[in-house]
């Protein structure tokens, strides 16, 4: 059954607001360990690191647009993807770098999560576009995962 009110655009624009913040402190949490990773695996984590964190903040500004196209209004500071996110910062630079991949893993699935909900809502409202183009976040963010998990597996 399709919503249309504004109450659930508004829980629809929430949620895309929760899943812009969590991308914002992803995408920082994976440059953090793009620059401090150290190790024998060094250049292919950098690497790694460095692309994954290329990726999320691609997302940004669709997700950002997203909200600002179902008429809300959408984060405006650091203060205010603080308010909004989910996903923990890591103030540390001396992590090690299976933790890191483990931590990065982790997060991911929890973006994962949090698109499975944006894209209800969006179903829930009818937002097609929002709807069908969640699918293609979840791909992403799973194939981030993966690659995050099998480098680990030869740490």
Known sequence: MVQSGNNSKTELANALNELLADCYALFLKTKNFHWHVSGPHFREYHLLFDDQAAEIFALTDIIAERVRKNGHTTLTSIASIAKHQNIDDHDDSNTAPQEML????????????????????????????????????????????WFLLQSAQKS
């Open 102 to 145: 483990n931590i990065l893993a982790g997060d991911n699935k929890r973006l994962v999560q949090k698109i499975r909900e944006v894209k209800e809502l969006a179903a829930q409202t009818g937002d097609n576009a929002t709807d069908g183009i969640a699918d293609d976040w979840t791909d992403q963010a799973e194939q981030r995962i």
